[in-house]
């Protein structure tokens, strides 16, 4: 649910100029489109609870009605590219080799990003087994990105990672998302179209993208019920 600047200031019972200078000085998440500032509701409420600053129970209430809606894996794929031959001699140079080919804005640091990243590691690894991974920022809002997407990156020499099976890492799938809800439900789509064996077996023989993308696919039209209810 996206909201304008008076919209905001609405359901925080100020006005817009007060929002604009807790855009500028005190972090409230935004986003610009087609030179508009928009907010998401569920960003603004989680900003206004952890600020301490009331705000109408009427915007969650309304959040909640109107879920965050994510395209399939397969779209968000086809957004981020499917990268092959990526190189890195372990995971923080690996790490860096992906954020280098993330379709990210210009003014995004991508030097931060990696950081970001590797930090994330540090804390848990996202070696999820059977030579994958899934590299994400826990907190989405850092990014600021318009839309969503996963980038494809498989490696010219496995890495370790530190993933819970003890295996190597050869594909990584990068989560790039504009808010909290919508990041988790691309992580659960990834999460239940990695449970296909073919899908598993092209990733780890470096298939073209073509036919990952056709696997995804196909995992999908199994997987669509559950996630169409969900949404």
Known sequence: MQLTVREAASYLRVDEATVRRWILRRGLPVH?????????????????????????????????????????LSELLSAGGIHHDVSGRDKASVLREIVQRLPLPAEVDREFLATTLEAREAMGSTGI?????IPHVRNPILLHVTAPFVTLCLLRDAVEFDAVDGRPV????????????????????LGFVLHDEELRRLLNHRSPGSEILSRVRAAEGRASGVFRSSQ
């Open 170 to 189: 050869h594909a990584l799938f990068t989560v790039v998302s504009a808010n909290v809800p919508g990041h988790l439900r691309i992580l659960g789509q």
């Open 32 to 72: 610009r489109v087609n030179e508009r500032l928009h907010l998401n509701a569920i960003e603004l409420w989680e900003w206004a609870t952890e600020n301490g600053i009331a705000v109408s129970r009427t915007l969650l209430e309304q959040a909640q009605r109107q879920p965050e809606q994510v395209p399939p």
């Open 129 to 133: 087994g059977d030579g994958i991974a």
